[in-house]
């Protein structure tokens, strides 16, 4: 059986300081402004704008993007773009238990684990993407460095990996000085490849990543005004197992990719 599933968001995001303490530490308000969705899976087709579809069938079904829509949070980050928190973000998590049809159900320490796995789970991911962390020291071109990311699980897996970075030259667009600097990630992985679960015997094969990007960085006003950063990883394992028909075998492969693109407005 073969299985294709695509999916294109496109966000339209306000990002403006609030506060800047005396270690350079930035305090600032996010909000989405506009969420449109576009999916295909297996020859149907899914299309949701937040704000705008308010059958509550699709409201319940992308209660995710949904409760994003026009609800501000804010993140705090430090002078070399690391993130250091993500909060206020009570009025996503409510929503979208609302639109699940659960904000009166489910108990209050439920509710914020629900909260925190939505900011570990949608709000870091996107706001890593905007807010970039560079090196600690100077660079100039050809200069490199690496940042080295906490493991994550994968199957069996864990996975072990480092964003690499190189600046591949510096342009000028009106009077400000642009960075152009090539970005990748290397991956390490470990873990047992033959695994038994019950009279069920499973054999991975070990993944297959890559990773490219180019991203462009404002060295004047310290931001990030445009990026584009593609990933793809292929996951194969077989399966064997003794049944009352005999033994059984069967195999899956997974094929994931991802484009991410950036723009300053």
């Not at 993007?65 to 609800?71: M, R, T, V």
């Amino acid at each position: 059986m073969t299985s294709t599933v695509s999916q294109k968001i496109v966000y339209l995001i306000d990002l403006v300081a609030k506060d800047v303490d005396s270690d350079g530490n930035t305090e600032a308000e996010i909000k989405i402004n506009s969420l449109k969705l576009e999916a295909s899976a297996n020859g149907q087709t899914f299309n949701f704008e937040a704000g705008k579809d308010v059958d509550s069938a699709k409201t319940n079904q992308f209660a995710e993007f949904q409760s994003l829509y026009n609800n501000p949070f804010s993140v705090r980050f430090n002078k070399k773009g690391d993130v250091l928190e993500i909060f206020k973000a009570d009025k996503i998590s409510n929503k979208f238990l609302e639109h699940k049809g659960a904000a009166d159900t489910i108990s209050a320490n439920d509710k914020n684990l629900i909260r925190q796995d939505l900011i570990n789970g949608v709000l870091q991911p996107l706001i890593t993407q905007i807010i970039r962390k560079v090196s600690d020291k100077e660079v100039y071109k050809d200069s490199t460095w690496q940042i080295k990311q906490s493991p994550i699980p994968l199957m069996v897996y864990q996975i072990n990996y480092v964003n690499t970075y190189k600046v591949e030259g510096v342009e000028k667009l009106d009077d400000d000085r642009i960075a152009v600097i090539d970005a990748g990630i290397d991956f390490k992985y470990s873990g047992q490849s033959k695994v038994n679960q019950g009279n069920i015997t499973y054999n991975f094969q070990k993944p297959i990543s890559t990773a490219e990007g180019k991203y462009y960085f404002n060295v004047d006003k310290g931001i990030q005004i445009k990026s584009r950063t593609k990933t793809r990883l292929e996951i194969a394992y077989s399966m064997e197992a003794n049944t009352p028909k005999g033994k059984q075998k069967g195999m899956r492969k997974d094929i994931v990719m991802n484009t991410n693109i950036i723009e300053l407005l």
